[in-house]
């Protein structure tokens, strides 16, 4: 019984009746109609403002992008400015070491010089004081030998052998 329901149902709906088509058209264009004035409009304004608010969000997110991309741009620059002033710092650095070790080295050669330039007048002043006693030494030997000379007979043999002895002892003494 129950199939014969449906296959009674489903032979009217495939063969369709003037009279239901007209009220079903006119149900349909009712319920439109109806929709049109109470559900579309603020369907349609809904979708408006949702529309409004996803726009108004890829808006907030490209001016976001945008500023991303400023920031990092200025990053980089910032970046290269302080690695080119690192950069100066450093080789500041080496030429002030460089500058501090020339002059360091500078002072030190002056002060050598003057070092070797002191030393070598001081051997100076020695010499001439070695060479002025010994200029006293041979003065007095000179004397003396002279006296020996005059208190011995003027004997020239005797005068040889004087001079030989005072030679004797300024070799001796200046050894």
């Known amino acids: 019984m129950l199939t014969s329901g449906i296959i009674l149902l489903e032979g009217s709906l495939l063969s369709p009746e003037p009279g239901l088509i007209f009220w079903t058209a006119?149900?349909?264009?009712?319920?439109?109609?109806?929709?049109?004035?109470?559900?579309?409009?603020?369907?349609?304004t809904?979708?408006?403002?949702?529309?409004?608010?996803?726009?108004s969000s890829i808006d907030t997110a490209h001016k976001a992008?945008?500023?991303a991309e400023a920031i990092l741009r200025q990053n980089?620059?910032?970046?290269?400015?302080?690695?080119?002033?690192?950069?100066?710092i450093i080789r500041e650095g080496k030429e002030y070491a460089d500058k501090l070790r020339t002059d360091i080295n500078e002072k030190a050669q002056a002060e050598a010089q003057k070092m070797i330039s002191s030393a070598k007048d001081e051997i100076e002043q020695e010499k001439r004081r070695a060479l002025?006693?010994?200029?006293?030494?041979?003065?007095?030997?000179?004397?003396?030998?002279?006296?020996?000379?005059?208190?011995?007979?003027?004997?020239?043999d005797i005068q040889k052998?004087?001079?030989d002895s005072m030679i004797q002892d300024l070799s001796t003494k200046r050894n």
């Open 26 to 44: 006119l149900t349909f264009v009712i319920v439109l109609l109806i929709l049109k004035k109470v559900a579309w409009g603020p369907i349609i």
């Open 46 to 55: 809904a979708l408006e403002e949702r529309e409004k608010g996803i726009q």
């Open 65 to 67: 992008k945008d500023e």
């Open 76 to 88: 980089r620059e910032l970046l290269a400015k302080a690695d080119a002033e690192s950069d100066k």
């Open 132 to 156: 002025q006693e010994l200029r006293n030494e041979v003065a007095d030997l000179a004397v003396k030998g002279a006296e020996k000379i005059i208190r011995t007979a003027l004997d020239a």
């Open 161 to 163: 052998k004087i001079v």
